[in-house]
């Protein structure tokens, strides 16, 4: 298994980091965090993300910020445009140096107060995403002090958004345990649609059934349970908005055998029944 952690390599030139990712055949899934702040634009590409206990679907100008430490990854479904790749312009940037940066600034106390809501995750949509794409794009080709510029006048613009919080909870600071509570979400981002026992969890944990309760509960505020139910029904919520798929073969293809008992989980987490939120986008 490839290492959850993800050192991003240090720029020579700026404090803060950047990538243009254009890849032909797909956005892979890779789960993974890191300490650092992220602002991802996707273009051409249609998916699922996945932010925390969020899953949901993402379009073309999809704009996510995402707090330090909240695993996190794109899959890709389909490109919009075949003859072109898909797309992640993404910006990378430390806690203490935003803070830093905006501390004193009075004109810059927007960006501070949206890295504050960010810390579960932000999502802003793709009318915005599609209008600072130019912006996001031309940030890659100018000078160092140029690139600061454009980054803070993209924060500024994003923070007049309030944004849609995508994951129910944030990661904690604490970092005893995070490489067994890391290989743990990881499995359990792969495989939610399976079977899942808590003695295989506690196995990947190398922790017993108790160890790996009282581990989950300090780093994700929630149970393995609870959790696991908001992966599937946040999957099945981008299927029924998404596709036509039958509710049954939806349930199945989330990992529920029984279609009453994923009626049961979906109402008491959505309030309503599947059909009713699959209306809702017809």
């Keep these: 298994m490839r290492p959850y952690l993800e050192h991003l390599p240090p720029s020579?030139?700026?404090?803060?980091?950047?990538?243009?990712?254009?890849l032909e055949d797909?956005?892979?899934?890779?789960?993974?965090?890191?300490?650092?702040?992220?602002l991802t634009l996707t273009r051409n590409s249609r998916g699922q993300r996945f932010i925390g206990d969020h899953v949901g679907s993402y379009d073309d100008g999809d704009l996510v910020l995402i707090g330090p430490n909240l695993p996190h990854t794109w899959a890709s479904r389909e490109k919009i445009h075949d003859g072109a790749p898909h797309v992640a312009l993404v910006f990378w940037f430390?806690?203490?140096?935003?803070?830093?940066l905006t501390g004193e600034a009075v004109?810059?106390?927007?960006?501070?107060?949206?890295?504050?809501?960010?810390?579960?995750?932000?999502?802003?949509?793709?009318?915005?995403?599609?209008?600072?794409?130019?912006?996001?794009e031309a940030i890659y080709a100018r000078p160092p002090a140029?690139?600061?510029?454009?980054?803070?006048?993209?924060l500024l613009r994003v923070a007049e958004v309030d944004g849609q919080r995508l994951s129910t909870t944030a990661p904690t600071q604490a970092e005893a345990g995070r490489?067994?509570?890391?290989?743990?979400?990881?499995?359990?981002?792969?495989s939610y649609q399976q079977p899942l026992r808590l003695e295989e969890l506690a196995e990947i944990a190398a922790l017993s059934v108790s160890g790996l309760h009282r581990l989950f509960r300090k780093h994700t505020q929630s149970t393995v349970s609870e959790y696991l139910i908001g992966l599937r029904i946040g999957e099945a919520c981008s299927r029924l908005s998404g596709t036509?798929?039958?509710?049954?073969?939806?349930?199945?293809?989330?990992?529920?055998?029984?279609?009453?008992n994923f009626n049961r989980q979906f109402r008491r987490l959505r309030g309503l029944s599947p059909r009713a939120y699959r209306a809702l986008f017809r």
């Design 12 to 22: 020579p030139d700026a404090s803060w980091s950047r990538l243009d990712r254009r």
């Design 26 to 38: 797909a956005i892979p899934f890779e789960w993974h965090h890191h300490p650092e702040f992220e």
């Design 94 to 100: 430390g806690r203490e140096w935003i803070e830093r």
């Design 107 to 136: 004109e810059l106390r927007p960006i501070r107060r949206l890295i504050d809501r960010a810390a579960a995750g932000l999502a802003f949509g793709p009318a915005l995403g599609l209008s600072l794409a130019g912006d996001f």
């Design 146 to 154: 140029q690139r600061l510029f454009g980054l803070l006048d993209i």
């Design 179 to 190: 490489a067994r509570i890391d290989r743990v979400l990881q499995h359990l981002h792969r």
């Design 244 to 260: 036509s798929q039958p509710i049954q073969h939806i349930a199945a293809e989330v990992g529920y055998a029984s279609l009453a």
